[in-house]
């Protein structure tokens, strides 16, 4: 008898999912709004003065880009590589003071949740669009460090972040969970995340409501759930959802 092939291969279920790649701040850690202190921080490293028209201007754009890599954002904002590298080092070395004053603990569930997926026989990655000696802070600071086997930050994938899937594609080769993308989950509380998702093939795509971005968000990316908070993912996994 032979395989099926791809276009005859039924369409997975989510307990048919082996890979489930987390986003971490605003959706398993919760950091009270320390990207835009961090960015408050940066910007009058480059210059511009919270009150102007400017600050504004870039905050707002912070804002709706939340989940992409913050080296791309920076690039985006300040033009040339030398003021965005610039911005990047002062906003990462700014996060992770913040990090280290104790301003960040886990979304409630978050860590259990890994726990049931884990027991479960599924794979957890963590993923960032921060700089990896900003993700290591994090992990340190919950004591999260040897939660998971991987972690993965732009850097990882080949420098480039969300919505790039590469960050979801390199999960899938490293771990080798998954014998199919489908077989993947990636979770998320901003359009990048689940745009990651989608680009990747991932057969579940969900958005999470503990974040930057909402519903209508999601659904515009492609979101195949939206769920109140990461707590949620293992009934749903389990097809309780």
């Known amino acids: 008898m032979t395989s099926p092939t791809p276009s005859q291969a039924p369409s997975p279920t989510p307990e048919d999912i082996r890979l489930v790649v987390l986003d971490m701040a605003g959706t398993t850690v919760a950091d009270g709004g320390l990207v835009e202190r961090a960015f408050d921080t940066a910007a009058r490293e480059l210059g511009v003065?919270?009150?102007?028209?400017?600050?504004?201007?870039?905050?707002?754009?912070?804002?709706?880009?939340?989940?992409?890599?913050?080296?791309?954002?920076?690039?985006?904002?300040?033009?040339?590589?030398?003021?965005?590298?610039?911005?990047?080092?002062?906003?990462?070395?700014?996060?992770?003071?913040?990090v280290d004053g104790g301003l960040i603990a886990p979304v409630p569930g978050a860590r259990e949740t890994i726990g049931e997926l884990?027991?479960?026989?599924?794979?957890?990655?963590?993923?960032?669009?921060f700089a990896r000696v900003t993700q290591d802070a994090i992990l340190d600071a919950l004591g999260w460090r040897d939660l998971v086997p991987l972690t993965l930050c732009p850097a990882d994938a080949g420098g480039r972040g969300r919505p790039y899937p590469d960050m979801v594609l390199e999960a899938f080769l490293r771990t080798k969970a998954a014998d199919d993308v489908r077989q993947v989950a990636v979770v998320g509380d901003t359009s990048y995340d689940v745009l990651s998702g989608v680009r990747a093939g991932a057969g579940l795509?969900?958005?999470?409501?503990?974040?930057?971005?909402?519903?209508?968000?999601?659904?515009?990316?492609?979101?195949?759930?939206?769920?109140?908070s990461v707590a949620g993912l293992p009934a749903l996994l389990r097809g309780a959802g």
């Open 205 to 228: 795509v969900a958005g999470v409501r503990t974040g930057a971005h909402g519903d209508d968000a999601f659904r515009a990316a492609g979101a195949t759930h939206v769920l109140d």
């Open 118 to 129: 884990l027991a479960d026989g599924r794979s957890v990655v963590l993923t960032t669009g």
């Open 49 to 98: 003065e919270p009150g102007t028209d400017d600050h504004a201007d870039k905050l707002a754009y912070v804002r709706a880009t939340m989940g992409e890599s913050k080296i791309s954002v920076f690039r985006h904002l300040f033009g040339d590589e030398d003021r965005a590298q610039r911005a990047n080092a002062a906003f990462e070395k700014a996060y992770g003071e913040l």
